[in-house]
């Protein structure tokens, strides 16, 4: 079988997934976009696990693919979920179904969730000084949604679904930037917002485009196609006009030419960049160029500072525990105009967590970009550089959020699993030296 048939047998195997998985989406954004309420779009995802729990019997492991898909539901849910997202279910729901297909005995698998472990525990003596419940309800659900990811993406490689799970996040990613695309054409080029936030998309996207960059062994598409992807998607990215997941793409590309030594433009990329800084060049221009009305100070700019002042005047409070995760959510702490979340994951951090929580937040982030810094293999990069462009990111906006953290993870997940079966491949016979006569 030649490489282009293999490609087109791999394409409409995928096809049904994709097209289920785009329905449910329609479903979920269509019934955030006419204001249902939290109960009707829990009773969908619900709906969804229960039928990915039979799928579980047919086809286990390419069910763990739904919740890479999946990451694009941000929208938080209602009533008592109302601190989880779609995604966050389907991720904390996938690391069930994916324990039996995971490399446990990994040394790679071990080292991440030894490192997560670590991260848990230096958070526990937050926990103690401000016991809240949504605190401990934050540092559980950020337990399972890391470790959750983890652990799909490491059973999808583990068991040779890798390939299957980009090529549909790419999908659904091609589906959100032509939308966004559509929306602003027909706004006058306002930010476009496709059935999610523009940030949420934005950062989405960024990761759509990295893997276009770093998996295109493993996404094994031709080359014409994997092109008018990228540039979708690059469009799409400018389209919603998400200055921060610009600033993170280039960080992610950078690090990865630089490990390749890639130091050279395609014509596309040059393009690319064209789009993406004069896109960022307007935006911040016309932020800029706000008038200073009362207004005003709730815009991007002014509001990030807002909070960064009071992140850091209530981490100097208590500079070595903070004051709780979640603290901005404390009535105690409402001060007069109020204030919301830093966006920006190290003053977050430190108002959360203080010193502890950002040696933690290092430690757990830092550790595995070190480590895995050296690796050759093209998951593992993409791993490393999804992190650094998520970091870079969050530092103009949220870290811990449903959806835009998922991706992440799972290439991680991807990266563990590629090592671990890296490692159990047979080694080729070294033969014996002739004895000496």
């Not at 009535?331 to 977050?348: Q, Y």
Request: charged share 10%; proline share 5%; hydrophobic share 55%.
């Amino acid at each position: 079988m030649t490489r282009g048939s293999g490609n087109r047998r791999g394409l409409l195997e995928l096809a049904p997934l994709v097209a289920v998985q785009a329905a449910v989406g329609a479903v979920v954004g269509g019934a955030s976009v006419a204001g249902v309420g939290g109960t009707v779009a829990a009773g969908v995802a619900l709906t969804v696990l229960a039928v990915g729990a039979v799928a579980v019997v047919v086809a286990p492991s390419l069910v763990l693919v739904a919740p890479v898909v999946a990451s694009y539901g941000v929208n938080k849910l209602g009533g008592g979920l109302s601190g989880f997202s779609i995604a966050d279910l389907a991720l904390i729901a996938g690391g069930v179904v994916a324990v039996p297909f995971v490399p446990w005995r990994s040394r790679w698998l071990q080292f991440v969730l030894g490192t997560l472990a670590a991260y848990l525990l230096l958070l526990v003596p937050v926990l103690a000084s401000h016991p809240t419940s949504f605190g401990i309800v934050e540092w559980a659900q950020r337990a399972l949604t890391v470790g959750g990811g983890v652990l799909v993406g490491a059973a999808l490689a583990h068991r040779g679904r890798a390939r299957a799970a980009l090529l549909a996040y790419l999908a659904v990613s091609a589906v959100f930037a032509t939308v966004a695309i559509a929306i602003a054409v027909e706004s006058g080029f306002a930010p476009a917002y496709p059935g999610i936030h523009k940030n949420a998309a934005g950062v989405l996207l960024m990761f759509a485009v990295l893997v276009t960059v770093a998996a295109r062994r493993t996404l094994a598409l031709p080359t014409p196609v994997l092109a008018a992807l990228r540039a979708v998607l690059l469009l799409g990215m400018a389209a919603t006009q998400s200055r921060a997941s610009v600033l993170g793409l280039i960080a992610g590309v950078a690090w990865w030419a630089v490990k390749n030594r890639r130091l050279t433009l395609s014509p596309l990329a040059v393009v690319g960049a064209a789009v993406l800084g004069g896109m960022l060049w307007i935006s911040v221009g016309n932020l800029l160029r706000e008038p200073d009305t009362a207004a005003s100070r709730f815009n991007s700019l002014n509001s990030r500072t807002i909070t960064y002042e009071v992140a850091i005047e209530i981490w100097q409070l208590e500079p070595w525990l903070g004051q709780g995760l979640l603290y901005w959510r404390d009535p105690e702490l409402s001060w007069g105009g109020g204030f919301g979340e830093p966006h920006n994951v190290i003053f977050s951090t430190l108002g959360e967590s203080g010193l502890v929580g950002l040696a933690a937040f290092t430690l757990l982030v830092g550790r595995v970009v070190w480590r895995l810094r050296r690796e050759r293999e093209e998951l593992v990069q993409l791993a490393v550089i999804a992190i650094v462009a998520r970091f870079v990111e969050s530092l103009l906006s949220i870290w811990w959020v449903g959806g835009t953290q998922n991706p992440p993870w799972l290439f991680l997940g991807l990266a563990v699993g590629t090592l671990a079966m890296r490692d159990q491949a047979p080694r080729p016979a070294v033969p014996e030296p002739a004895p000496v006569r």
